[in-house]
Each structure stands twice: as C-alpha cells, then as structure tokens.
Nanobody
Framework: QVQLVESGGGLVQPGGSLRLSCAAS????????IQWYRQAPGKQREWVAS????????WYADFVKGRFTISRDSAKNTVYLQMTSLKPDDTAVYYC???????WGQGTQVTVSS
C-alpha cells in the first residue's frame, strides 16, 4: 500500500522560506505525476504545482510563480516544494497528491505570520 507523507511545515515570518517534502512509501508504480495543493481555513483546496517524471515537466499556479519551486528526487521517492518570499496569504495546510493513484497525504501546516 502506498502512502504519501508530507513534512517541513511550520511558522515563518513574512518574506521567509520553507521547504516541504512529500515522501512516497510502498508500491510507487504509476506515480509519475505528483502535485501540491493547499487549503486555507474556510477556502477550497487549490492546486499549487505539478511535476512529472521521468521526463520532467513542471507547472505552477500563477500566485506562486517566481516564489515556489517544485522538484523531485526519484531515487528517494520524494518531491519537494521550496517556498520563498512567503506571504500571510500562503498560510494553509499543504498536501501532496498522486492523481493517477487518487492518493493524498495527510498535509502539513504552513503559517506565515509576524
């Protein structure tokens, strides 16, 4: 059984940085595309970024372009989301998602506040 486990969230001041990790365990077949989503309190879950493998294609939501970077280490079955220039509006629970397997992680809280 495959699991996605996010880590790396926390409290950071505006303008700060965090790196989130999404580690896959178990049978990782058919997980060529991994996505990051986020959900702020009282709001719908929204897509943040996607990455494919083995051919690397990357897409970002407009609101994170230039600030967030998605990457993956296939040898470690891990996808990363490097977040810089964080804003209070980035406060949310961040989830990773394997759409082909319909699997979500449990989420990691990111809070941007002074």
């Amino acid at each position: 059984q495959v699991q996605l486990v996010e880590s790396g969230g926390g409290l950071v001041q505006p303008g700060g940085s965090l790196r989130l990790s999404c580690a896959a365990s178990g049978t990782t077949d058919n997980m060529n595309t991994i996505q990051w989503y986020r959900q702020a309190p009282g709001k719908q879950r929204e897509w943040v970024a996607s990455i494919t493998s083995p051919t690397v294609n990357i897409w970002y939501a407009d609101f994170v372009k230039g600030r967030f970077t998605i990457s993956r280490d296939s040898a470690k079955n891990t996808v990363y989301l490097q977040m810089t220039s964080l804003k209070p509006d980035d406060t949310a629970v961040y989830y990773c998602h394997a759409p082909a397997r319909a699997i979500w992680g449990q989420g990691t809280q990111v809070t941007v506040s002074s």
